[in-house]
């Protein structure tokens, strides 16, 4: 483990993740450099630049390489810094480039479902980037099996898996065979409950982006034993947050920009395949802000407003 840039355990935790604000088909840097100070002054333990929830594989690699100088300047010697992008032919120079200015490690998001095609991959960025961890999204349309993941694990950088699925069977299967030492991230909250039972140990929470207090709440919650009351906190919000979100396709980041809007942050606009949302579905995100600041304000009356 001596030959980390960065110690995999210090990945764990919540990770933030600037949405890319575009201005006129660009992205505002300046915008960008803002809600990335918001996320770290928020308590974020990581900060994820160019994500899927933030765009990413609709950034040019010009928009990319900018985005990522931005996000890594503003935030080193703070925090973590993963730099995101997609595994594909390009993986290895971006990695190289991203290590240019400081990463801490990556979050390679696979671009198909053939496991030798992202093993390969995974191999190709070790070899370019050495010794930075890698973290592999698991999601659609990559499927993973148990042996899949104990082959890719021979992979020295190999540092963690970021689940997409929400599948608690295949989280359990998949995380048996990866064992205690990678970072096991969950991308979405109504899953938080049952992936931290079965040992997830990072949270890419969308809350981050609008209420990072909510995330860092219910964590903390489950981190000191209290299930019932982090049960609570993620009924009053996450959950029908992530049905809203997950109710039509193309609206997932758009659900998230509203909700900053309806936080008074200024989230930009977004870039096509993001749908816009209808007016009913805007008055629902705005009601769902305005319960989960009535539950933060509850909470810090005493835990016990909750009860």
């Known amino acids: 483990m001596g030959a980390w840039t960065v110690e995999p355990a210090r990945l764990r935790g919540i ?6 604000p ?9 915008l960008l450099a803002e809600l990335t100070e918001r996320q770290i ?15 990413g594989e609709a950034l040019t690699p010009a928009e990319r390489r ?3 100088r931005t996000i890594a300047t503003l935030t080193a010697g703070r925090l973590p810094v993963v730099a995101a992008f997609p595994g594909d032919e390009d993986a290895p120079h971006l990695a190289e480039e991203a290590m240019g200015v400081g990463v801490s490690a990556f979050l390679v998001m696979p671009v198909d479902g053939v496991v030798h095609a992202i093993e ?11 010794g930075i961890p890698l973290v592999l ?9 148990p042996d899949d993941v104990r082959r890719l694990c021979g992979n020295i950088q190999l540092a963690g898996l ?10 359990r299967r998949v995380h048996a065979a990866g064992g205690e030492h990678l970072i096991w991230l969950s991308a979405w909250e ?3 409950l049952p992936f931290w039972s079965l040992g997830c140990n990072a949270f890419a929470p969308a809350s981050v982006a609008y209420a990072p207090a909510y995330s860092r709440a219910w964590l903390a919650r489950l981190e000191a034993g209290d299930v019932a009351g982090a049960a609570r906190l993620l009924e009053c919000h996450a959950y029908p947050m992530v049905d809203l979100r997950l109710s039509r396709p193309g609206i997932e980041i758009s659900a998230v920009k509203a909700a900053m809007a309806a936080s008074g942050i200024p989230a930009g606009q977004s870039r096509p395949p993001a749908a816009r949302l209808t007016s009913a579905e805007v008055d629902r995100v705005e009601q769902l802000v305005t319960q989960l600041r009535h539950a933060l304000q509850e909470l810090v009356v005493g835990p016990e407003a909750l009860a």
């Open 15 to 20: 990770w933030g993740f600037p949405l890319t």
């Open 137 to 145: 999204y698991h999601r659609p349309p990559l499927h993973l099996e």
């Open 22 to 30: 575009f201005r006129g088909g660009a992205v505002d840097m300046a």
């Open 41 to 55: 002054e928020g308590g974020v333990d990581v900060i994820c630049a160019c994500g899927a929830i933030a765009q």
């Open 190 to 192: 109504d899953v938080a």
């Open 66 to 68: 900018e985005c990522l």
């Open 120 to 130: 390969d991959c995974l191999a190709a960025i070790g070899s370019a980037a050495p």
């Open 162 to 171: 970021k689940d997409g699925h929400r599948d608690v069977r295949l989280f």
